[in-house]
């Protein structure tokens, strides 16, 4: 696999000379200046791959061109979005960057309630609180019907937390949820937004009466559009799971479990419509038996995010270190590294693999990175794979 890095732009306090010293080889990336819904013009787009290129590395990936919602809740002004999307996609076509992610979550993108979440030996991680989730919902945004949403021990979890809940802990949250992990990522919710909760309350509203099956129709509706445009200059889409892969916040989800994934090759059976392996966000659910999933979706992967879970019961669950947890990375990496070799004897391009959300250690705690994003918990979990990967090239060569 190509060992990729994600990367935010020429602002990220990584800079590309560091990345190429521990071994990166590919940079995944976003014009993240750009507005939602905007069209990336050819210029913008040759300006940073050029500059990629002149630190000896590649743009590999796009992470992500974002789908604006009303893509995904058929808004009056869908068909417009997806011109530009196509545009957008015209123009990454014509100046070579053909590996596109994205995802289909509604609203939220990635979800955790702990950002910096104490490990025993002092680093720490992210971390998923399935009542604090659970408060967030019922006691701050108030959501209509949210307790419905809820099993009974998780209902009383919250009526206990509530006798303690500090104004402090409550903004605490609101950060974690809807603030911190979104505006670096292109979500929705920004900092430096006044009123987040107001303005993701209004966004969940876009949703009422959107249903699973409405769901995904429209987002059979986006690929089939914009399919021509990825034949024409052979790009191939890889939509990222659903993390956590659950229902959240009375939205639907789409890209949770392999039911779902079989439904949306199938829906739009082409091989540029494709996935990224996130077995991150995939161990995350009990319901995925990941090393199952990545020999069944190897051959329409064309990204993988290496990265594992552990699930802790309750709906509770936190990133494990890259060598444990109930991805299996050692496994996936002999599955895609077979693949990989497959699609090259077939005269293909490599598999892009990037490792994601290291643990936050030494300075990470205080140089100020993006929640997940840190430096040298990531570069120890590169440093972990390229291992994997090694030894996996070593017991092929026998
Ligand atoms: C979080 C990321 C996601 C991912 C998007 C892809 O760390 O994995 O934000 O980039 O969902 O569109």
């Not at 680093?123 to 919902?137: H, R």
């Not at 639907?252 to 996935?275: C, K, M, S, Y």
Request: proline share 4%; aromatic share 10%.
């Amino acid at each position: 696999m190509e060992k990729t890095w994600r990367w935010f732009g020429k602002k990220d306090k990584i800079t590309l000379s560091m990345l190429r010293q521990i071994g990166v080889e590919g940079i995944v990336t976003a014009l993240h200046e750009v507005k939602n819904g905007d069209i990336w013009t050819e210029e913008a787009i040759m300006d940073l791959k050029n500059y990629i290129e002149s630190y000896g590395m590649r743009w590999s990936v796009v992470e992500s061109l974002p789908v604006c919602e009303a893509i995904k809740y058929a808004g009056p002004e869908r068909d417009q979005l997806i011109e530009n999307y196509i545009i957008s996609l015209e123009n990454l076509g014509k100046c070579g960057v053909k590996t596109i992610c994205y995802n289909f979550m509604p609203v939220l993108d990635w979800a955790r309630t702990d950002l910096k979440h104490p490990w025993p030996d002092g680093s720490t991680s992210l971390y998923f609180d399935y009542a604090s989730f659970a408060y967030f919902d019922i006691k701050i945004l108030q959501r209509q019907g949210a307790e419905n949403d809820f099993p009974a021990e998780i209902l009383a979890k919250v009526e206990e937390m509530d006798k303690t809940m500090t104004p402090e802990g409550k903004h605490q949250l609101v950060e974690n949820i809807i603030v911190k992990t979104q505006g670096f990522v292109n979500g929705n919710i920004s900092e430096g937004d006044k009123e987040p909760i107001k303005k993701f309350k209004a966004l969940l509203d876009l949703y009422k009466g959107i249903d699973k099956a409405a769901l995904r129709e429209n987002m059979k509706y986006f690929l089939n559009a914009i399919m021509p445009v990825c034949e024409k200059w052979d790009i191939n889409m890889c939509v990222h799971p659903d993390d956590p892969p659950m229902e959240v916040l009375g939205l639907p989800r789409i890209v949770r479990t392999a039911e779902d994934i079989d439904w949306f090759l199938g829906a739009v059976d082409n091989p540029h419509n494709g996935l990224t392996f996130c077995a991150g966000s995939l161990s995350a659910g009990e319901q995925n038996q990941v090393v199952e999933m990545a020999r069944k979706y190897a051959s329409r992967t064309h990204f993988v995010h290496m990265r594992s879970c552990e699930v802790l019961g309750g709906g509770n669950f936190i990133e494990a270190p890259h060598y444990a947890g109930r991805a299996h990375l050692v496994e996936l990496t002999r599955i895609f590294t077979a693949e990989e070799r497959r699609r090259n004897a077939n005269g293909g391009i490599g598999l892009p693999m990037r490792v994601d959300h290291g643990k936050d250690i030494l300075d990470d705690a205080v140089n100020g990175y993006n929640p997940g994003y840190g430096f040298y918990g990531r570069m120890l979990a590169l440093g972990q794979v390229t291992g994997m990967m090694a030894a996996v090239e070593d017991e092929m060569a026998k």
